[in-house]
Nanobody, 127 residues
Framework: QVQLVESGGGLVQAGGSLKLSCTAS????????MGWFRQAPGKEREFVGA????????LYSESVKGRFAVSRDNAKMSVYLQMMNLKSEDTAVYYC????????????????????WGQGTQVTVSS
């Protein structure tokens, strides 16, 4: 069983940067594709980015492409979300998730493609 814990959230001004971390315990995630999602108040959860098991491939939503970057360090059992040029619309609770699969499948952007979830970390961008 994989347990995921996100950290690094907080309050940041628009245009600023923030780096989120997601650390796994209970089982290794070195063979798992990982994803980041977010949910703003009153809105549905949405896909942010995903990375395959080796870190050689990453995909992003159009809303964050060019501003956010997903990376991983399998030795540290961690996945990261570097967020730059933050906007007020990036305000949300951010969740990391692990898939049983190693490569990004056609459902990488959907929550149903992931099997374990963290509890989330709040990111608030002030304008």
């Amino acid at each position: 069983q994989v347990q995921l814990v996100e950290s690094g959230g907080g309050l940041v001004q628009a245009g600023g940067s923030l780096k989120l971390s997601c650390t796994a315990s209970g089982s290794s995630i070195s063979d798992n594709a990982m994803g980041w999602f977010r949910q703003a108040p009153g809105k549905e959860r949405e896909f942010v980015g995903a990375i395959n098991w080796s870190g050689s491939s990453a995909l992003y939503s159009e809303s964050v492409k060019g501003r956010f970057a997903v990376s991983r360090d399998n030795a540290k059992m961690s996945v990261y979300l570097q967020m730059m040029n933050l906007k007020s619309e990036d305000t949300a609770v951010y969740y990391c998730a692990a898939s049983r699969k190693s490569y990004l499948q056609s459902d990488y952007h959907s929550g149903i493609g992931y099997d374990w979830w963290g509890q989330g970390t709040q990111v608030t961008v002030s304008s």
